[in-house]
Structures are given as C-alpha cells and as structure tokens.
C-alpha cells in the first residue's frame, strides 16, 4: 500500500506502527461475548487492524509522506559536493557511535530504504563506515602490540575479519572494555570513511557484505576510491586509538606502594 501511494519505505515503516498499534488497541478496547472471542486473533483483529491501517494510510498519511519522500530523494540526487560530504559524515559518525545499536541501526536502514529510491550513495556511505571500527581495532592491536593483552591481539585477528565482512559487532568487545577512547576513535574514522565515500561519489547497489561486494559486477562504482575510503578511515581509528590507549601494564610510578 505503501508503495502503491508513493509514499515508499518511510511509509511503510509508519504503517507498520499503525498496523500494531491498532491490534493492540482492537485487542484491548473491544469486548466480544465468550462465543467468538476465540475468533479474535485469527479474524476480527486482523480484519479491523488492517481496516484502520488502510484508512490511515490513503486518507491521512500517505499524500504528505509520499511528498516528503519525493522530496528527500530529490534533495538527495541533486545535492551539492559539500551536502554530500555533511551527510557522509552524519551516517559515518551515527554508524560508529554504538556499533549496531539503535543509532546504527538508524543510519543503516535509512540508507537500505533509500536503495528502493534509486539513492544509491548512502548505502556506500554508511557500509564504508560500519567497517571502520572493527578494522580500525585490528590494525590498532598491530601496530601498538605492548599495549594490548594476548587475547586482545586475538580478539583484533577477529575484528579485521569481521570488519571485511560488515560486522560493526566485531569491535564491541574493545568498546566494551575501554569505551571513552574506542568509540572516539571509532567516530572519528567513521565520519572520515563516510565523508571521504560521498565526496568521491561512490554508490552501492548492495545492502550489505562489505568488501565482498566488489566482487559482484556492478554492485559498486569506483571501487578503487571506495577501498581508499574505507583505508583512510580504518587508519585513523586505529592510529588514534593505538596512540590513546593505555598499556594493559602500567609501570609503578617511584615511590608508589608495591
């Protein structure tokens, strides 16, 4: 319904939450006898919910929607190189703030919703910088090796691989441990590789797979640019992380009690 509107994926999501809301609201606000109260979850909920979602739809949310789509994919397609850069930024910084929580989750469905609206440089945006963190732990656990314990040198094996393949997660346990200074650095090379991947004009056909999606023929334009993105940007986190983070052994300072 929502596609046949105009009113695309924002649309949709909205009367998803209409369609639950009214169940619930059907659910609890309307008595039935006992006789066909066994009917109301296989047909008088769904019946009424889908009703009212109908309704809602065609004669209240889905003409402004839709012209708020329209205009956010207009704005999109002509925007100018440092509108570009802002927003690249904006999505590279949401996907490094709470590696796959809520605001990278956010950030990752605005742009697979806008792949339906032929928006392509979003998605690259935002997987370019969903790769960062994990990465960026890895190359940190390499270059600044005293500092890290044996299983956080393991756990950064991990986290370059998972990193390749798209999973934020993989940096969560270094976060976990030490989140005033990984996530910094994390947002700081996120907003980089996200920026960097607008301004280069790289669009992504894929939702998801990270760097294997370069091996899928015409899933990514400017390939070359968008690897240096992603580098740039791992880099930085884990230059600026290896530079900030405290050695797992701290030296006594003189005089101190053993």
Same mark, same amino acid.
């Given at each position: ?11 949709g999501i909205i009367a998803g939450f209409v369609a639950g ?27 009424? &919910?889908? @009703? =009212?979602? /109908?309704?809602?739809? $065609?004669?209240?949310?889905?003409? %402004?929607? *839709? ?53 392509y440089a979003p998605m690259a945006a935002t997987m370019a ?28 094996? &991990?986290? @370059? =691989?998972? /990193?390749?393949?798209? $999973?934020?997660?993989?940096?969560? %346990?270094? *976060? ?40 899928i023929p015409n899933a990514i334009n400017h390939a070359l ?34």
């Amino acid at each position: 319904l929502a596609g046949t509107l105009g009113a695309g994926f924002i649309g949709g999501i909205i009367a998803g939450f209409v369609a639950g809301y009214a169940a619930k609201a059907v659910s609890r606000w309307i008595p039935l006898p006992a006789s066909v109260e066994s009917l109301k979850p296989i047909l008088i909920i769904p019946l009424l &919910a889908s @009703l =009212v979602t /109908g309704l809602v739809m $065609i004669y209240i949310v889905g003409t %402004p929607v *839709a012209k708020l789509l329209a205009g956010l994919t207009e704005f999109l397609d002509t925007m100018g190189t440092s509108n570009a850069i802002l927003l690249g930024l904006l999505l590279g910084t949401m996907m490094c703030v709470d590696l796959g929580g809520p605001v990278n989750k956010a950030a990752y469905a605005f742009s697979v919703g806008l792949l339906a609206s032929q928006s392509y440089a979003p998605m690259a945006a935002t997987m370019a910088a969903g790769m960062v963190p994990p990465i960026g732990m890895g190359i940190a656990t390499l270059i600044a090796r005293r500092k890290f314990a044996q299983t956080e040198r393991e756990a950064g094996k &991990a986290a @370059l =691989v998972l /990193g390749c393949c798209f $999973i934020s997660e993989g940096a969560i %346990p270094f *976060a976990a441990k030490d989140p005033l200074r990984v996530i910094p650095a994390s947002i700081a090379g996120g907003a980089l590789t996200g920026a960097l991947s607008m301004a280069f004009g790289a669009k992504l056909l894929a939702p998801h797979g990270g760097l294997f999606v370069l091996l899928i023929p015409n899933a990514i334009n400017h390939a070359l640019l968008y690897l240096v993105a992603i580098l740039a940007g791992s880099l930085l986190t884990g230059v600026v992380y290896a530079l900030i983070k405290q050695s797992e052994t701290q030296p006594l300072s003189v005089g101190a009690a053993p």
